[in-house]
């Protein structure tokens, strides 16, 4: 989720705890959100989310693998 969007979604939270007087556990599950998710939010706030998924893998085909598998595909198919 990018930064913005937890942003969002903390403030609501917060405005609706506010306005209401609801406790924020009532809030947190009519918003589908854990307790233990809105405590991560609130302790890296203001940080956007790193994950692990966006390094690159020494299996990951590099552009000119891709492209060459491409370039044979098109070839085969007008052989066939």
Known sequence: MSLEARQTAEKE???????????????????????????????RRGVETR?????????FLTPQEIQAIVMFCQKEQFKG
């Open 13 to 43: 939270i917060l405005r609706y705890q506010n306005r209401t007087g609801l406790a924020l556990a009532v809030l947190l599950r009519y918003a589908g959100i854990s307790h233990r998710t809105c405590r991560q939010w609130m302790r």
């Open 51 to 59: 994950h692990n998924n966006n390094i690159p893998r020494n299996y």
